[in-house]
T-cell receptor, first 111, second 113 residues
Framework: DAKTTQPNSMESNEEEPVHLPCNHS???????IHWYRQLPSQGPEYVIH???SNVNNRMASLAIAEDRKSSTLILHRATLRDAAVYYC????????????FGQGTELSVKP | TAGITQAPTSQILAAGRSMTLRCTQD?????MYWYRQDLGLGLRLIHY???????GKGEVPDGYSVSRANTDDFPLTLASAVPSQTSVYFC????????????FGAGSRLTVL
């Protein structure tokens, strides 16, 4: 399975944008890029996913490099409630939900 | 609110005893999963079920069994608990209608002494 590399931790100030990077240099052509986050004492929750094009939803934006070897999750205005561990995961198209979670990036947001 | 219900929320169990963690979903998702989460090891897949009547092994299946008698329920059983099974257990289901995203439950914290 292709692996992802994320920084262990990042800090942000409230109401500022946050760019969370993810490297996935061994990504295959059919791997989807998924992002989940896990708030303290909760289960992970889906944030966004994409294949080749940049994606936007109500929670975040996903910017995917042209060679697909890296991606960036963008939170446009961080709030205190965005403090969580963010996981970047590659999902092969034929592997259903057997997601392989890495260590993720722990995001702290300062008021 | 639709979603996944896990029970119990927390349990302390003596080593050697059996335990079943319950998971119920009301979203009619075909696929369901059990993960365990340990400090420094992230989330690891224990067992999964692509549809009612079928199950499969994940990364760390030893010491656990599952059954999938119907679409809604996916219990995880520890036949003879050991301290290394102390963990937080998350059940999830997958919406296969498009985005193939997982919905997770709130987790069950199990301590085996």
């Amino acid at each position: 399975d292709a692996k992802t590399t994320q920084p262990n931790s990042m800090e942000s100030n409230e109401e500022e944008p946050v760019h969370l990077p993810c490297n996935h240099s061994t990504i295959s052509g059919t791997d989807y890029i998924h992002w989940y986050r896990q708030l303290p004492s909760q289960g992970p929750e889906y944030v966004i996913h994409g294949l080749t094009s940049n994606v936007n939803n109500r929670m975040a934006s996903l910017a995917i490099a042209e060679d697909r070897k890296s991606s960036t999750l963008i939170l446009h205005r961080a709030t205190l409630r965005d403090a969580a561990v963010y996981y970047c995961i590659l999902r092969p198209y034929n592997q259903g939900g057997k997601l392989i979670f890495g260590q993720g990036t722990e995001l702290s947001v300062k008021p | 609110t639709a979603g996944i219900t896990q029970a119990p929320t927390s349990q302390i169990l003596a080593a050697g005893r059996s335990m079943t963690l319950r998971c119920t979903q009301d979203m009619r998702h075909n696929a369901m999963y059990w993960y365990r989460q340990d400090l420094g090891l992230g989330l690891r897949l224990i067992h999964y079920s692509n549809t009612a009547g079928t199950t499969g092994k994940g990364e760390v299946p030893d010491g656990y069994s599952v059954s999938r008698a119907n679409t809604d329920d996916f219990p995880l059983t520890l036949a003879s608990a050991v301290p290394s099974q102390t963990s937080v257990y998350f059940c999830a289901s997958r919406d296969s209608s498009g985005a193939n995203v997982l919905t997770f439950g709130a987790g069950s914290r199990l301590t085996v002494l």
